[in-house]
């Protein structure tokens, strides 16, 4: 059937998922990764809206509406994707794999972390190119720790980047004069 994964690929992305757990094992990378997701949670772009508004004023505050709107859109998104797909969680999938964190819901896909980080960052640097240094990294992170604290498939992911990246692309599109690549 077309547009289902191969058990291969089902096999190889579950192996994925248990390698990227496995990690959490040590105490510190599992601190590290717990931390990095519970800001992505939304303290991370809260106080980065915040901070835009401080040092910039009305261009700032301008800046901080445009990531609340997309933010809000992404949310509308991902609440309506997690109903429609219901796909488990991995560790709900494998006694293997641990919740090395509380998930915020019951299901998997998309990550909404994932795809509010790829959409805030690609929004935020736009409005601002010299915040590339902190929020590609922190964005990187965000996706890898969902893995790693067994509440994401990676193709929950890589589907929430595409969606961040397609949300972020329409909504710089709308907002005239601001472009990621001006």
Do not use: Q
Request: charge should be positive; charged fraction near 15%; glycine fraction near 6%.
């Amino acid at each position: 059937m077309a547009g289902l994964p191969r058990p291969e690929a089902l096999r190889r992305e579950h192996g994925w998922c248990l390698r990227a757990n496995r990690l959490c094992v040590r105490p510190d990378v599992r601190r590290i990764f717990a931390i990095v997701s519970r800001l992505g949670d939304g303290a991370f772009w809260y106080a980065l809206m915040a901070a835009m508004v401080a040092c910039d004023g009305i261009d700032g505050l301008r800046a901080s509406a445009h990531l609340a709107l997309t933010g809000a859109v992404a949310l509308a998104l991902y609440k309506l994707l997690k109903r429609w797909t219901r796909r488990p969680r991995p560790f709900a999938s494998d006694v293997r794999i641990r919740a090395w964190v509380a998930p915020l819901d019951e299901f998997s896909f998309p990550s909404g972390h994932t795809l509010h980080a790829v959409a805030f960052s690609l929004v935020a640097i736009a409005h601002y190119p010299v915040l590339a240094w902190l929020l590609v990294p922190f964005t990187a992170s965000v996706a890898a720790s969902r893995v790693a604290l067994g509440l994401h498939w990676p193709s929950d992911v890589l589907a929430a980047i595409a969606i961040g990246t397609g949300l972020a692309s329409l909504s710089l599109w709308l907002v005239p004069g601001v472009s990621l690549f001006a």
